[in-house]
């Protein structure tokens, strides 16, 4: 069974940090584009950053800069590292391959709240 856990969000205050995890098992992600995904209170979900398999990184706009994507093939995990949080980057937050068409079923996501 191919299964994605989230974890490492939480409550923190405009100006903090965190840094979420995304472990995956049931099958290799290592030669798959990934992604992470946030999902706002009445928003539709949507990609804030990706990293290829060799590496390479894009990002949203709205978190271009704050945002940081990382990789362990080794461990099949996808790791974000978010500082400078703004009270807009609240939502839940997700990691599935970028490609539709190789996409895991979701996972539960984990929370991100950012007060102001």
């Not at 703004?86 to 709240?113: H, I, M, P």
Request: proline residues 1%.
């Amino acid at each position: 069974q191919v299964r994605l856990v989230e974890s490492g969000g939480g409550l923190v205050q405009a100006g903090g940090s965190l840094r979420l995890s995304c472990a995956a098992s049931g099958r290799s992600f290592s030669s798959n584009t990934m992604g992470w995904f946030r999902q706002a209170p009445g928003k539709q979900r949507e990609l804030v950053a990706r990293i290829s398999s060799g590496g390479e990184t894009i990002y949203a706009d709205s978190v271009k800069g704050r945002f940081t994507i990382s990789r362990d093939n080794a461990k099949n995990t996808v790791f974000l590292q978010m500082n400078s949080l703004k009270a807009e980057d609240t939502g839940v937050y997700y990691c599935n391959t970028f490609l539709t068409s190789l996409r895991a079923d979701w996972g539960q996501g984990t929370q991100v709240t950012v007060s102001s």
